[in-house]
């Protein structure tokens, strides 16, 4: 099967409750296995428009690239597979890219944005992240966070500052200690998981999260993992319902089959006939 084939994703975004406007992007791109989620920040609409350029770029440039190569070769000069570096290389590209539009137009200056993307090849998903912009999984009954914030208050509760049941009442929830945009140069958060069909991923700004408990966001997918379109209003409604202080965004991607790389000499021969 292949990856749009084996993939069903939706995605929904909201301004709020209290936001006039909404500076969260969401793009995906099925036959290509690729979601991208990015939460913006900054003055008058420079968030929108930080996350806009992140969005753009990795989508364009990542679609582009794949029109080329297969994300399980490895890349002879890192080492690694060519869909980590295509994340990873393309969230620098677009850090320049919205670093650079700051530094040129006033109306833009310290514009940034957090970043969650993920790529669905060979039987597995590479996700790079920067910032508070969170991936899930749910996978049978357990349901987890596959991504680690980049923010004060997980270094607060990875040093042992504070508890997570206090985290949850902690006034820092927002502050960042990694954006795309801000400097010149960021460093993006990467791994590869394996996938099982029937597991079910999440994206989502922390307008969700900081909304809405862990666990009633994993009800809620419990509850609706057969129905991905309501899944991702239902979330948006809790967010709204429990004060909406944010824009909300969610993309779900449910793994309706396998999805691995072709092998063989006929794989072998379509790559030659490539390079």
């Not at 749009?4 to 209290?18: C, F, H, R, W």
């Not at 202080?245 to 790389?261: C, E, F, Q």
Request: charged share 25%; with cysteine; net charge negative.
């Amino acid at each position: 099967m292949n990856v749009k084939d084996a993939l069903e994703i939706v995605s929904q975004t909201n301004p709020g409750m209290v936001r006039s406007h909404n500076e969260d992007s969401v793009t995906f791109d099925a036959p290509h296995g690729l979601v991208v989620l990015a939460d913006g920040m900054g003055g008058y609409n420079a968030g929108e428009v930080a996350s806009g350029i992140a969005v753009s770029v990795l989508s364009s440039e990542i679609r582009h690239s794949l029109d080329e190569v297969r994300p399980e070769e490895i890349d002879p000069a890192s080492g690694d597979e060519v869909g980590v570096v295509l994340l990873r290389e393309n969230v620098k590209k677009a850090n320049l890219s919205i670093f650079n539009a700051a530094q040129s137009q006033p109306q833009y200056s310290g514009m940034g944005t957090t970043i969650v993307t993920a790529l669905f090849y060979d039987d597995r998903v590479a996700v790079a992240h920067v910032g508070d912009s969170r991936m899930y999984r749910l996978r049978d009954e357990v349901f987890e966070t596959i991504t680690r914030d980049h923010s004060l208050l997980q270094e607060q509760i990875d040093s042992g500052v504070i508890s997570k049941e206090m985290a949850k009442l902690s006034k820092n929830k927002n502050l960042v200690t990694r954006a795309v945009g801000i400097d010149a140069n960021v460093v993006p958060e990467v791994h590869v998981h394996d996938v099982q069909p029937g597991d079910v991923y999440l994206l989502c700004s922390d307008g969700l999260n900081d909304m809405v408990e862990d666990e009633d966001i994993g009800a809620t997918l419990q509850m609706l993992r057969g129905n991905l379109a309501l899944a991702a209003v239902q979330l948006i409604e809790q967010a709204n319902d429990n004060g909406g202080r944010d824009n909300v965004s969610v993309i779900l991607v449910k793994v309706k089959g396998g999805y691995a790389a072709p092998q063989g000499w006929l794989a072998k021969l379509k790559s030659w006939f490539k390079s």
